[in-house]
């Protein structure tokens, strides 16, 4: 399919791109590395989003299901309202095959087929924080637990990261990505985990 | 300190201290940047001597010397025809990486125009003083000082090099005689004092004409050093390094109009400085999250009101910009003012969230207006009213169906420039294939023109050129699929008073004057 084929393409150019910011003289980047996790993330949902359109394609039913919302580490909202995609109105469009209309947020339902990622509120950003007189100890990092979506796990990501990664460190930083998976099959989770740990380097 | 019964030598010592201590120093920290030691960027290719003179020189640029007509005062800005005046730079295509400007800047008075590279140096560029005998010549811009402002650093912390680029230049009010200007690359900034020297000391006590030291003891009588003209030398200098205070990489700076203040601003954090003072530097704005995970918008750009002294605005990644009060509190994380537009939802697209991110914004002069650049606009806005724009300007909108593209080889995430005219009339910012376009904005117009070698005949009127979006392509229109996107325009400045501007392709800087009708 279009989407999919187009979304993945994206998803490899930008894990591409945020591998070889690594190696760039003056370090990483932290605005560009931002954009291109943005990117990646806009793709995976993308991604997903149209192999479930294609599965229900070929289950042949009829009515929508909801997509769980999923909770990532880097939520552009601001307050952290869940962001779904509408399934059914994701169409590839020969001009512009990325442009799927972004529902407002809906009620979610922890129950789904598709398995839930753990909601993670934003206490971080309600919360005032007196930055003159904060302690050097940080807070208690919210669980990096997830439970990965049950679809079908790409194919072409698992060669990708392993032509990728020629150094030992971001073969460890792979591998706890993978660990903290309690869906190892996810990779795409797993892979915007990896981007937002490697900006939660800086 | 004089005592009675001090030997002769003693007396000479004593007069060759106070004629050091007053006046120039010859030696301090760093020293006179001495040019023979770097590798001069291609401005300067002939020309390695140690002294550089100032207005007497004979000038390397490839460009023409005829001069120009002077700017006429009347007629509005659509009476502006704008000409090839000069171009500096190397002619070969293969571009040195160390030569790719990364920053214009004119003075306060537009005498003197700066420009900053990849390799860290800075060349400053004089106006010559117009030749009165003939009203016509307009004055032309040759090299006036040119000295390495940073090195390449590494951080062994990290393991990190730190690249010596120079990201931003600002000059200083001008104060006395000498000339200040703050440069910046990732992480430090310096104060740069720029002044000339023309007379030099002869005749001292203790010290032959070549430097060797005379015994005291073989002095037998004193003389006072003597003033006597020399050849104008430039002398660059660091006086201040303000470094260490930035973990990210530092975007912008800003000059306050208090004279005594500066900000500088990295991805995260935004820092007050005071000129005269190093070991420290306050800070005023931190989006840090607590939780890096949790990032969702750095901070892209940040600028100084121009009179305003407690009033500064810094632009984010997600297109908003915030003004501060710094009378408000210490820490000016809580906005006073947010500007942002909401997003037309026509346009939401894949990539419609990275193209709405800020990559300049800059007051009018007047400070009733700011314009903030995002990828295919340039937007200006009212301090007054936060909600939207007051004027917007689309800059290269064939470019929105390109956008993956664009992604893919990395022109998407270009951070281009815009800059007001004199009297905030026109606003001009760059574009692809040596692209630049102009905006009036009282009479409603814009134009794009081009900084190419073909158009650098002596007083060649600069033709309009136009972008063929689809369809048909009519003659003289070039189609975007053409568009070299390897020459990009990234940084443009205007003169403050006069119509010339200073526009740099990757390499090469063009200046470009009006004509008199």
Known sequence: MDVSAEAKRIMAVSISKLYASRAQRGGMRLHRSLLLSVIMRSARDLYHSACLAKEREELGTAHLVPVTPEEDAMDTTANGEQVEVEVSQVEPEPESPLTPPIQEPMSSDSGAAQGACKTRTFSGKETVEDKENRSPVSPDRHSRKRRGKASVAPDFLPSKRARLSLELGEERVLRTGRRNCCRAGDAFTTLSLNSNRAIAAF | ?517
């Open chain 2, 1 to 517: 300190m004089t005592g009675v019964g001090r030997s002769v030598g003693e007396a000479a010592r004593v007069i060759e201290q106070a004629e050091r201590g007053r006046g120039k120093k010859v030696k301090q920290e760093g020293g006179p940047q001495r040019l023979s030691h770097y590798i001069a960027p291609s401005f300067e290719k002939d020309r390695l001597h140690e002294s550089i003179p100032g207005h007497t020189s004979p000038g390397i640029e490839r460009a023409s010397r005829i001069p120009l007509a002077m700017a006429g005062t009347g007629g509005g800005s659509n009476d502006v025809q704008w000409c090839f005046s000069q171009v500096k730079g190397a002619i070969d295509d293969d571009v040195a990486e160390a030569d790719i400007i990364s920053t214009v800047e004119f003075n306060h008075s537009g005498e003197l125009l700066a420009t900053g590279d990849k390799g860290g140096r800075v060349v400053i560029f004089q106006q010559e003083i117009e030749n009165k005998s003939q009203p016509q010549c307009r004055s032309e811009y040759n090299v006036y000082s040119t000295f390495q402002s940073h090195e390449p650093e590494f951080d062994y912390l990290k393991s990190l090099e730190i690249e010596e680029k120079i990201n931003k230049i600002r000059w200083l009010p001008q104060k006395n005689a000498a000339q200040f200007l703050l440069s910046t690359n990732d992480k430090t900034i310096k104060l740069w004092k720029i002044s000339e020297r023309d007379k030099r000391l002869e005749g001292y006590n203790l010290k032959e004409e070549d430097g060797r030291c005379i015994d005291p003891n073989t002095v037998t009588a004193l003389r006072v050093p003597v003033f006597r003209p020399m050849d104008l030398m430039v002398e660059a200098s660091p006086r201040r390094v303000f470094a260490n205070a930035h973990t990210y990489h530092i975007n912008s700076i800003s000059i306050n109009s208090d004279h005594e203040t500066y900000l500088s601003a990295d991805d995260l954090r935004i820092n007050l400085w005071h000129q005269e003072i190093t070991d420290r530097s306050f800070n005023i704005v931190d989006i840090k999250p607590v939780n890096m995970e949790e990032l969702t918008e750095v901070i892209t750009a940040a600028e100084f009101h121009p009179n305003q002294c407690n009033t500064f605005v810094y632009s984010s990644s997600k297109g908003s910009i915030r003004l501060c009060d710094m009378r408000a509190s210490a820490l000016c994380d809580k906005h006073s003012k947010l500007f942002e537009e909401p997003e037309d939802p026509s346009n939401r697209s894949f990539f419609s969230e990275i193209i709405s991110s800020i990559s300049d914004v800059k007051f009018s002069h007047n400070g009733r207006y700011m314009m903030t650049r995002d990828y295919l606009s340039v937007k200006i806005w009212d301090l007054n009213m936060e909600t939207r724009p007051v004027e917007t300007y689309q800059v290269h909108e064939y470019l929105r169906s390109k956008l993956c593209s664009l992604y893919e080889n990395d022109c998407i995430f270009d951070k281009f420039e815009c800059c007001w005219n004199g009297n905030d009339s026109v606003v001009m910012t760059g574009s692809y294939n040596n692209f630049f376009r102009m905006f009036d904005r009282g009479q409603r117009r814009d134009v794009t023109l081009e900084a190419s070698r073909e158009n650098s005949k002596p007083r060649q009127v600069l033709k309009p050129r136009k972008v063929c979006a689809g369809g048909k392509r009519k003659k003289d229109e070039i189609s975007v699929d053409s568009l070299d996107f390897n020459k990009k325009i990234l940084h443009t400045a205007w003169h403050p008073q006069d119509n010339i501007i200073a526009v740099a392709t990757t390499n090469n800087l063009y200046i470009f004057q009006d004509k008199v009708n």
